[in-house]
């Protein structure tokens, strides 16, 4: 699976989109982007994942730039319960097992 | 619908004894994982059962860690002896088959190694 890379940590104001980069040079055609949050204490959530094209949720919206190479999951309002780890994991579809990395901490402040 | 289960929630034990852990799968799931993070350290993946069987058990760290899952529902997984860099958070997760979508992770259970 291609190796992610993710800013350590972000601040974002309450009632504003949070956007998280994610770079992913090395990904290739048939691999996955998918973005998963761990809230404190409690497991790994999933929130959105795409292969091209750019999708939407009721959670969040992934946007993936034409090359592959990187993406941005976009919160379009965040709230405080929003502050979380925030992880970007890239893989093959017959790959079953998460690589996570460290993530990048998200804090949502009022 | 129940989500993922585990049990316990927390375990704190003495070096050289033995713990099990259980994961009740979302029901109909057949795909199972563990996962755990030890202190500092970043999620890293244990093994997967499909059904029974176990489909890749790559990331477990060494022989003293034995993962069950008899007749294909609940799993275990068993240290034996427990040493002190066993101790973390060990996550479940389940699955339906034949997709690869979403990963369903059960609150985890925080193992502390005295």
């Known amino acids: 699976d291609a190796k992610t890379t993710q800013p350590t940590s972000m601040d974002c104001a309450e009632g504003r989109a949070a956007n998280l980069p994610c770079n992913h040079s090395t990904i290739s055609g048939n691999e996955y982007v998918y973005w998963y949050r761990q809230i404190h204490s409690q497991g790994p959530q999933y929130i959105i994942h795409g292969l091209k094209n750019n999708e939407t949720n009721e959670m969040a919206s992934l946007i993936i730039t034409e090359d592959r190479k990187s993406s941005t999951l976009i919160l379009p309002h965040a709230t405080l319960r929003d502050t979380a780890v925030y992880y970007c994991i890239v893989r093959f579809l017959g790959n079953n097992d998460m690589r996570f990395g460290a993530g990048t901490r998200l804090t949502v402040k009022p | 619908e129940a989500g993922v289960t585990q049990f316990p929630s927390h375990s704190v034990i003495e070096k050289g004894q033995t713990v099990t852990l259980r994961c009740d799968p979302i029901?109909?799931?057949?795909?199972l994982y563990w996962y755990r993070r030890v202190m500092g350290k970043e999620i890293k993946f244990l093994l997967h059962?499909?059904?029974?069987?176990?489909?890749?058990e790559s990331g477990m760290p060494n022989n003293r860690f034995l993962a069950e899952r008899t007749g294909g529902t609940y799993s275990t997984l068993k240290v034996q002896p427990a040493e002190l860099e066993d101790s973390g958070v060990y996550f479940c997760a389940s699955s339906q088959l034949w997709t690869n979508n979403e990963q369903f992770f059960g609150p985890g259970t925080r193992l502390t190694v005295l």
């Open positions: 059962f499909v059904k029974e069987s176990k489909q890749d």
């Open positions: 029901s109909g799931h057949d795909n």
